[in-house]
């Protein structure tokens, strides 16, 4: 689900909850655990975009290993430069 708000002279007001994505995502409702860690099984970008991770089926319940690469915008600027 998602919502848009406006936040102005103190106040708070929240639009109609919207669906946003439907389907089986790895994680559900707790996220996604990891050596006993949660983390979210969704990114929002700040200009609204979103990355959700969709499941493949049971077999993805018994995932155990998950890689994070921290750091490769700098790797991804040196291998693909802006024109």
Sequence with gaps: ?????????????????????????????????????????????????FLLFPSDGPETESIRIAWVVVNWFPELQRLAPSR
């Design 1 to 49: 689900m998602g919502v848009t708000y406006t936040g102005t002279d103190g106040t708070f007001r929240a639009a109609k909850p919207r669906l946003v994505a439907d389907g089986d995502f790895l994680g559900g409702p707790g996220g996604l655990v990891a050596d006993g860690t949660t983390f979210a099984d969704y990114e929002v970008a700040p200009d609204g975009r």
